[in-house]
């Protein structure tokens, strides 16, 4: 039997080591559901798990989509912010959530010393989010909050697509997570933005999934406002 896993060779592009990260088959990937925020939970091994690269030698870590996309001033921040302390630690083999959680968190922090752009680090937060889900952990909430304020600030300040969400789908999915975080006048603005998007006529899911969680948070806000009044 074929295992999942294989190992993939990377250099890093901070302090040249050549080292090995594990990946998953995508013949082995096997999707058992996907949440309304995009979150996919797996049956068996997860790739979501495996998406950050961490150099073992000077700590740089980053999504594997954009790890070797440092220049000379990023390399100097990292060596004297990240490399001066860290530790030598692989994370090459099988990873736990917990572990996986350690390398976003990682990533978050070099994106931050190196002044990414929100949608990176919005990116970021929202995959730290989907794996304390994983562990029905409450922090998954304080990370939705950071990854919907990053996905604002992108949204208003640099160009699209963020990540590979388009314009619509950006809107829907900042809507979603207001609406996740108890925010339902902030959700219903971002789906009613989605829905009067011309764009969203070519997105049939997006537009049904759009509808649904307008319906939801109008629901909401107007439970809790009724709660409110009765307080």
């Given at each position: 039997m074929i295992n999942a896993l294989y190992d993939k060779e990377i250099t890093c592009p901070v302090c040249k080591n050549i080292f090995h990260t594990k990946k998953v088959r995508t013949s082995a990937t096997r999707v058992e559901k996907r949440d309304t925020d995009f979150c996919t939970h797996y049956i068996g091994e997860n790739p979501i798990l495996y998406n950050v690269c961490v150099c073992p030698m000077c700590g740089y870590a980053a999504l594997e989509s954009n790890f070797g996309e440092i220049n000379a001033t990023g390399k100097k921040k990292i060596e004297e912010s990240i490399s001066r302390r860290w530790v030598q630690r692989s994370f090459g083999e099988e990873r736990t959530v917990i572990e996986a959680i350690e390398t976003y968190k990682l990533a978050l922090l070099c994106?931050?010393?190196?002044?990414?752009?929100?949608?990176?680090?919005?990116?970021?937060?929202?995959?730290?989010?989907?794996?304390?889900?994983?562990?029905?952990?409450?922090?998954?909430f304080e990370f939705l909050t950071h990854a919907v304020g990053c996905f604002e600030q992108a949204f208003a300040n640099e160009p699209l697509p963020i990540g590979n969400l388009d314009e619509v789908s950006l809107m829907?999915?900042?809507?979603?997570?207001?609406?996740m975080i108890g925010n339902y006048e902030e959700a219903i603005e971002w789906f009613g933005k989605a829905i009067s998007n011309p764009a969203i006529r070519g997105k049939k899911k997006i537009d049904t999934m759009t509808r649904e969680q307008w319906k939801l948070a109008k629901d909401a806000f107007k439970n809790k406002r009724n709660q409110d009044q009765v307080g």
């Open positions: 994106s931050q010393i190196l002044a990414n752009k929100k949608g990176t680090l919005a990116n970021i937060c929202l995959r730290i989010a989907w794996l304390y889900r994983y562990l029905h952990h409450e922090k998954e829907y999915l900042i809507g979603e997570l207001h609406r």
